[in-house]
């Protein structure tokens, strides 16, 4: 993940609950009253990019404690959790979050969820079995499926497969896009091989 | 609720369509200035809120401010990310250009006309760069040539699908003037029609001067 990376800086822009521990007179405007203060025990949606340090850096007092304390946003909540665990394939992860996994690793960087990365892991394998298996079904009829208007990407969506591939999340995605491309130049090296 | 920040993600998410396209989409200028002021008034800000301390802030004894400093400067250093990121994806698609052949500024050129009109208007409508960026276009072009001169027997920019057959077809699309090859100058001059040695021609087909036939 660079610096500069794009989908880095979209999943930073990612939003998870927060709330406040200090009674701030500045800043109510993050919870859209800019003319009070923000109380302590507010609790506030923030992008990751100002939850993180907030809930990383100390106030400074004796007790050590942070200026906010966060949630699991409910992308990562115990419902969609429950229905990872029942089949993976069944969630439409984009619905949740477009990038499901980055914000993933996100949380498991700030506090430690055992179980949900063995979920996330587990989740991930599955789907890209069924990931690979879509993307090798190339040069099919429907090649240009919903998805295609989306970011005008060129998804080799066929028939089936759509209300899977278009729950994918970015990083899936790319998988995808990875997997038939390669497919794709594969077989014109094939063809092109015996027109000589 | 507009927060701070949320012009830049906008810049991102063009900067992520961008990624996806084969030509480069317009300069987002008003969204740029935004940004840019955004980051002026955050750091006005800032400077208010440490003014009646004189230098000597201590954090711990007065966590309030201590925090909107933290949002302010964290909010500042995201418009600088989603900044630099745009620009960066830019810059890479016009290297990205330069090394294709392709003329990006031969669509600037005709800006030149609007500029002593409405220029902001008409530059909108007529290039997709900004200023900056077609002289980037231009230096990087100047280098890309510069270096490509170290070797006179091999083009850098040339194809790297191994050719058929030496010679190809070609009709010339437009007039492109007399060329040297190693069998002597050709005149190309529209419609017509040559054999010639794929190599000689390449720039003139990428250029759209000529096209390969058959």
């Known amino acids: ?196 | 609720m507009p927060m701070y920040g949320d012009l830049g993600n906008k810049l991102v998410q063009h900067a992520k369509r961008t990624q996806n396209l084969a030509h480069l989409p317009p300069y987002q200028t008003e969204l740029v200035r935004g940004v840019t002021r955004e980051v002026r008034d955050l750091d006005k800000d800032v400077a208010s809120l440490l003014e009646p301390f004189q230098g000597s802030f201590d954090p711990s004894a007065d966590q309030a401010t201590a925090c909107t400093l933290l949002v302010n400067h964290l909010s500042m250093r995201r418009n600088k990310r989603c900044l630099l990121a745009y620009h960066r994806t830019r810059t890479d698609k016009l290297a990205e250009l330069v090394w294709s052949g392709s003329d990006v500024l031969d669509l600037a050129g005709h800006q030149a006309g609007g500029a002593n009109g409405a220029p902001a208007a008409d530059a909108g409508a007529s290039s997709s760069l900004s200023p900056q960026e077609e002289d980037y276009f231009r230096q990087y072009g100047d280098l890309l040539a510069a270096y490509k001169g170290q070797w006179t027997d091999i083009d850098l920019t040339g194809s790297l699908e191994p050719p058929r057959d030496l010679f190809i077809d070609v009709r010339v699309l437009k007039d492109a003037g007399e060329i040297q090859t190693e069998y002597g100058a050709i005149n190309l001059t529209k419609n017509s029609q040559f054999y010639v040695r794929q190599g000689d021609v390449e720039r003139l087909i990428a250029q759209g001067y000529l096209q390969k036939l058959g």
């Open chain 1, 1 to 196: 993940m660079s610096y500069y990376d794009i989908d880095s800086i979209l999943t930073d822009a990612e939003k998870i609950p927060c709330t406040f521990q200090i009674d701030i007179p500045d800043l109510g405007y993050l919870d859209n009253t800019p003319t009070q203060s923000l109380k302590a025990g507010t609790r506030v949606n923030l992008p990751l990019w100002l939850a993180e340090m907030l809930a990383i850096a100390n106030t400074g007092d004796a007790e050590g404690k942070s200026f906010v304390t966060f949630d699991l946003p409910p992308a990562l909540g115990n419902d969609v959790v429950q229905a990872l665990k029942a089949d993976p394939r069944a969630v439409p992860l984009r619905d949740q979050s477009a990038h499901f996994y980055g914000l993933g690793t996100h949380m498991m960087e700030l506090s430690e969820e055992k179980e949900l990365a063995a979920v996330l892991r587990k989740t991930f394998v599955t789907r890209a079995s069924e990931v690979a298996l879509h993307a090798r079904k190339v040069g099919g009829v429907g090649h240009r499926g919903k998805g295609a208007a989306e970011e005008g990407s060129n998804l080799g969506v066929g028939g089936a497969g759509e209300e899977f591939l278009r729950g994918l999340d970015e990083w899936e995605r790319k998988l995808f896009r990875k997997a038939h491309d390669g497919a794709k130049s594969g077989k014109e090296w094939m063809e092109g091989i015996k027109k000589n």
